[in-house]
């Protein structure tokens, strides 16, 4: 019943090399330095030479994939040495097991040396049962019944011909549904032919808790166009008991008939219906092993294949969502005003400085039901003129339409002052955490919120590192995927992200300061303590004065660090101090000195990066290092500029199909954008109105933060929902060209939200708020009758589960 034994695999180097289309040496160079303790970032920012230029996104894939494969070759192990313990080791397994390229490859072939409980198979094999099933098997011109007569033996438990026939079956069974090579073909087969059906269970249809779910109520499509956010919200509607799966093996045009997976059993066991006695109890013996245990393995199997591309997509949505707010465009060290909005509770406001500390503090009282709307604004206006506020960041919460009419009111009074929304998630989980407990002991919890408001307006990247990654809630369905594998693609996007900007070493906070390459948890503190007793740090040079950050963390570390006031230029650049010696040579052969020669773009324009090269730079790094002197210190976020919302649109009653309107993208998911008109609401874009081209993924069009210009569609006031357009030629009501299940909100109404969202979910206050800071202008349209370009500068803002909720999609 086997296939030859397959050639042993080659080395985990060559295979991940052949996977990145990289050589196999860059793989190995790769591998030798992450083993020493090298961070992702550090490799390919400054060991271009030893990976042949691998960038952060192929380390990291070579990261999670060489994980994977020493994980397999662990197992790989144990299960060879469990199977030679059993003495049954021969060659043929042997060369198998060395030939399994996957985990559940490996478990196929294993499984039937795997320990177990006894099984009727071993109960039959034990009342000698075993010589029947071949017997039969071999010969299907002896009549079973009779061949069966011979083996009856009351004391072995065999009482007549029908329990020896039981026996032989179950024996049969198990040995067609261990075969290896049979369950992986079956279990491809499946895969590319079937399909996932739900039905509402009885008695939930009229459940109001149950209507998130209605889309799938009668539900069917193939397992290979099930996108990721669809998955889970069919696994979260069958975990919350409202939805009952079932996992077809058969597609539409097979119309339940599982003969074919019955025929292929059979055929590869050699039985064939060709009138012989044995040859319709063998058939049954086929059927039983398709019906008993390999359909059932194999719905097993692919539930677990479906949830792993689920969470592979989910993880993808939330790790891009996370990146593009961690580099939103920093407004800046400007005075700011911190406004945590509030009805009944008031708005809490909080004044920090340039560098972020806070100078003032109040709480005011707007709107209802006290409506001191005018004492609000004298507040306001004397803050800001006591603290020469530039910039006021207003929290898109609960009362944040009415708080930013405030803010412009203030603003007309006030020229030059520039109110912006921004993203309060996850606000509420850092004003009660240990770190802002030390950072603002003296301030209340609700104040501490503005005053991380103000500060993610000014520096989004080193106010949102304080908080857990999750609890920011940019995902698709983040509580509903692996934790350590979303955990795992979120650290290294914060890690990846922290050491693109660089970090300012006399300023940053330790949580910052622990995100960057080299630097643990507690030598971030170590260093935020000798600063404070020591001063700023005057040189790069003098961080090796700190205890226990020893050699190999300065070698990981000093690269992404600044001293922007250090007296040496390359200080506050990211030139590596063990270049340093690169540019004195630069220096020489130029006849100027470094801080000339930084900035000089005429002259650093004609070098010839080979004239600088030696046994340890080579090309790549001295090209870097004259790209650096050109532009030292050069962040990669964008400039910071703001939207402009639409006057008198305020609410979802104000709008109107056919209206024409800027906004800002709040969130990306699988199936369109989210964007902000200005109302209680976010709209949504389906991926189908995003562009007159085909779109696969929506990422590739927009990204949160991105101003666009939309057309509505339709407005739906008593569901809260709001159809937009890219396409600005598109007619209002003729939008409907997309998946109706996304369109119509299937991604709230299958169970997102309801138990998921950061607020809902157990995070205190306001948490899962959908952001709108750093809104970024119009860099990304063509015009403003265009289509919207593919400037994908991010905002500090945009939280799924707002976004859901705002646009009316977790009713």
Not at 92 to 106: D, N, P, V, W, Y
Not at 286 to 306: E, G, K
Not at 625 to 651: C, M, N, Q, S, Y
Request: overall charge neutral.
């Amino acid at each position: 019943m086997t296939a030859p034994a397959p050639a042993p695999l080659p080395p985990v180097p060559s295979r991940i090399a052949s996977e990145l289309a990289v050589g196999e040496g860059q793989v190995r160079s790769a591998i030798e330095l992450l083993d020493g303790g090298a961070t992702v970032p550090f490799v390919a920012r400054y060991r271009k030479e030893a990976t042949g230029g691998l960038d952060d996104a192929q380390l990291r894939t070579l990261h999670e994939r060489l994980g994977y494969l020493r994980e397999l070759e662990e197992r790989r192990t144990a299960v060879i040495d469990s199977v030679r313990e059993q003495g049954k080791l021969t060659d043929e397994l042997h060369a198998q097991l060395l030939g399994a390229e996957t985990k559940s490859r490996l478990e196929d072939v294993y499984l039937p040396y795997k320990p177990k409980r006894r099984t009727k198979a071993m109960i039959a094999r034990e009342a000698g049962l075993e010589p029947l099933a071949d017997g039969l098997l071999g010969d299907p011109t002896v009549d079973p019944r009779a061949a069966a007569a011979a083996f009856v033996d009351a004391e072995k438990g065999v009482a007549d011909a029908d329990a020896a026939l039981e026996g032989a079956r179950a024996i049969l069974v198990e040995r067609l549904a261990e075969d290896a090579d049979l369950v992986g073909e079956l279990r491809e087969r499946m895969w590319t032919r079937g399909r996932l059906t739900a039905v509402v269970r009885e008695g939930k249809k009229e459940d109001a808790e149950a209507a998130k779910f209605s889309d799938y109520f009668a539900f069917d499509e193939p397992f290979t166009r099930l996108p990721s956010h669809r998955i889970l919200a069919l696994l979260r509607g069958e975990t919350e008991e409202v939805l009952q799966l079932t996992f077809d093996p058969c597609s539409h045009d097979d119309e339940g008939d599982t003969s074919v997976y019955e025929g292929r059993i059979a055929s590869v066991a050699g039985i064939a219906d060709r009138g012989r006695p044995a040859d319709a109890w063998l058939l049954g013996v086929a059927r039983w092993a398709w019906r008993t245990r390999i359909s059932s393995r194999l719905a097993v199997d692919l539930r677990v294949r479906l949830r792993e591309v689920a969470e592979e997509g989910a993880v993808g949505v939330f790790a891009g969502n996370l990146r593009d707010l961690l580099l939103a465009a920093p407004a800046g060290a400007r005075p700011t005003m911190g406004l945590d909005p509030g009805l009944r509770t008031g708005v809490k406001v909080a004044v920090v400085d340039g560098t972020g500390k806070v100078v003032a503090h109040d709480t005011i009282y707007p709107h209802v039901p006290r409506n001191q709307w005018d004492q609000s604004l004298a507040t306001l206006g004397r803050l800001a003129q006591q603290h020469g506020v530039q910039l006021v960041a207003i929290g898109n919460g609960t009362a944040s339409r009415e708080t930013h009419k405030l803010a412009v009111e203030l603003a007309k009074a006030q020229p030059g002052l520039i109110p912006a929304m921004v993203s309060e998630a996850g606000a509420s989980v850092y004003s009660a955490s240990e770190e802002a407990s030390k950072e603002l002991p003296d301030l209340d919890v609700s104040i501490r919120g503005a005053v991380s408001i103000a500060r993610r307006l000014q520096d989004p990247l080193a106010e949102l590192v304080k908080i857990d990654p999750k609890s920011i809630g940019v995902g698709q369905y983040q509580h509903d995927v692996s934790g350590s594998l979303l955990s795992r693609s979120l650290d290294g996007v914060v890690e990846d992200c922290v050491n693109a900007v660089g970090v300012d070493v006399n300023t940053a906070s330790a949580p910052l300061l622990r995100r960057v390459s080299g630097i643990s948890t507690g030598l971030a503190t170590t260093i935020v303590g000798f600063r404070d007793e020591h001063g700023p740090f005057a040189s790069r040079k003098a961080l090796t004065k700190v205890p226990r950050l020893g050699a190999k963390a300065f070698e990981q570390c000093a690269g992404f660090l600044r001293i922007p006031d250090a007296a040496d230029p390359l200080d506050r650049s990211g030139v590596h101090p063990e270049a340093y010696p690169v540019v004195r040579r630069i220096v020489e052969k130029t006849g100027t000195d470094v801080a000339s020669l930084v900035g000089n773009s005429s002259l650093l324009g004609r070098l010839d990066p080979r004239e600088f090269t030696d046994d340890t730079f080579g090309v790549p790094t001295v090209t870097d290092i004259i790209a650096e002197l050109d532009k030292p210190g050069r962040d990669p976020r964008p400039a910071f500029e703001t939207a402009t919302f639409a006057e008198g649109v305020e609410k979802i009653t104000d709008l109107n199909p056919g209206m024409v309107l800027e906004g800002v993208v709040t969130n990306v998911a699988a199936f369109g954008a989210f964007v902000d008109v200005g109302v209680h609401q976010d709209g949504l874009v389906h991926i189908s109105a995003m562009s007159k081209e085909f779109v696969s993924d929506p990422r590739a069009v927009v990204g949160p933060g991105a101003v666009v210009r939309v057309k509505v569609l339709e407005v739906d006031v008593p569901r809260k929902r709001i159809s937009l357009t890219m396409r600005l030629d598109d007619e209002p009501g003729g939008g409907g060209k997309g998946d109706g299940r996304e369109r119509g909100g299937s991604q709230g109404r299958g169970g997102q939200q309801r138990g998921g969202q950061q607020g809902r979910g157990g995070q205190p206050g306001k948490g899962g708020q959908q952001g709108k800071v750093g809104q970024q202008g119009k860099g990304g349209q063509s015009g403003k009758g265009g289509q919207p370009g593919r400037d994908r500068r991010p905002a500090a803002g945009g939280a799924m589960a707002d976004a859901l909720r705002r646009a009316g999609l977790d009713k």
